[in-house]
């Protein structure tokens, strides 16, 4: 048997954005993606969200990165070629593609739409694809995935605000579904207002729960209450406001993405409350056992939802006029979009106009 060129099993040439090494700068990269298969979705990126996740993985700080790295979980576009055997999308449709591009389709989790907890999750950028070559995200022109992972976008949702509903989104809106954080009259708190915790508050206002916002920055409560909705707002670094709102939480989705202190979350907990963490540090968190165990207090964690959460999401987010607070930017300001990222200094969410500024 002749062995196939990798060109002659990726035909497609894409072009991207890709990290190369610890520092996490990206620079222009080409590379090919694979034919569209009979069950695969072929489409033209316009928009791709910038994650905090994308940073941590273009610098290695989960420890598992593979160069280069095309990052971009967040990626929505216009459908340009569908396989034979692809029956819920069509040329010119509007979809989207987020932290996932495969699973095993045969185990539990699979069986349970809950995709993201199988074994074999392909992730959409930085894994091993089926076939064994890398998976690349949407820093690049075009993407090819598997119908089952592809998002349809309603048509009231604009496609550059809506970007990041795709990781954002779904990856609050699924624990505050599982964890019973819900219910109208139920009091939640949000910890840090990035990308993930700003569309946080504004599904949690649409599930009719108080919110309360946590967070380091004084400078983020005038728009946390105005402009996001949410009821009140903590600096975290304030005893006496953290003292005077012990007690008060059902719950708490905690989206910060760097080492930080659990003890004074607990304390804002009522009794049998529920800690949830969906952000991601890069080391280890110190857990505190003894005000866990007095008020019978919980904590868990979620990762993404599953893709029939993700399109309900959504379709709620549609509903109820839900997309993230966006500064749309070109491709070449990347680097410094993740500078500032870093910073906290971007109210929400960066995108990229992939479309009209990926320039081979
Ligand atoms: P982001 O936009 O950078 O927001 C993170 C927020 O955390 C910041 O805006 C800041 O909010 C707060 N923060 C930052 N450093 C802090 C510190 N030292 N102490 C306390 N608070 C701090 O990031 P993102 O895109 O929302 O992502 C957040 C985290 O979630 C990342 O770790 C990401 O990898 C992870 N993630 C996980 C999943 C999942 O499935 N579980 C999915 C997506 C992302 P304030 O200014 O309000 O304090
Ligand atoms: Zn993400
Ligand atoms: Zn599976």
């Not at 894409?14 to 694979?34: E, N, T, Y």
């Not at 290695?60 to 280069?68: A, D, I, K, M, R």
């Not at 309360?212 to 406001?241: C, H, M, W, Y």
Request: hydrophobic share 40%; net charge negative.
């Amino acid at each position: 048997m002749v062995a196939k060129l990798p060109e002659e099993e990726h035909p497609k040439q894409a072009f991207g954005w890709a990290a190369r090494d610890q520092s996490g700068l990206l620079s222009p990269f080409k590379f090919s993606r694979r034919a569209t298969a009979e069950k695969d979705v072929a489409f033209k990126v316009l928009y791709c969200g910038i994650c905090h996740s994308d940073l941590h993985m273009a610098k290695n700080e989960w420890g598992v990165t593979q160069y280069p790295l095309v990052p971009g979980h967040e990626i929505v576009g216009i459908v340009t070629e569908v396989g034979s055997k692809v029956d819920k999308f069509k040329v010119g449709d509007k979809v989207g593609v987020g932290c996932m591009v495969g699973s095993c389709h045969s185990c539990d989790s699979c069986h349970d739409n809950l995709e993201n907890y199988c074994p074999k999750m392909i992730l959409t950028y930085g894994a091993r694809n089926h076939d064994g070559t890398i998976t690349y995200g949407g820093y690049s022109d075009l993407m090819v995935a598997e119908e089952h992972f592809i998002v349809r976008i309603p048509d009231n949702i604009s496609l550059d605000a809506g970007a990041p509903l795709l990781c954002a989104g779904i990856t609050v809106y699924s624990p505050l579904r599982y964890f019973g954080l819900d219910k109208p009259g139920m009091h939640v708190g949000i910890v840090g207002l990035g990308g993930l915790g700003h569309v946080a508050v504004k599904f949690a206002k649409a599930m009719g729960v108080k919110v309360t916002v946590i967070s380091t920055s004084p400078n983020k409560k005038q728009e946390a209450v105005e402009n996001l909705g949410a009821d009140s707002f903590l600096v975290s670094r304030d005893q006496d406001q953290m003292q005077s709102a012990m007690g008060t939480l059902d719950g708490i989705i905690d989206t910060v993405s760097a080492v930080h202190p659990l003890l004074p979350l607990f304390t804002l907990l009522k009794s049998h409350g529920k800690l949830v963490l969906v952000g991601a540090p890069e080391k280890p968190l110190e857990l505190p056992v003894f005000p866990l165990i007095a008020g019978r207090k919980m904590v868990g964690g979620s990762c993404i939802g599953g893709m029939k959460e993700t399109q309900e999401m959504i379709d709620f987010a549609a509903k109820h006029n839900i997309t993230a607070d966006v500064e749309v930017i070109p491709m070449d300001y990347v680097n410094t979009a993740m500078e500032r990222m870093l910073k906290g200094d971007v109210r929400y969410r960066f995108v990229i106009d992939v479309a009209k500024t990926l320039n081979p």
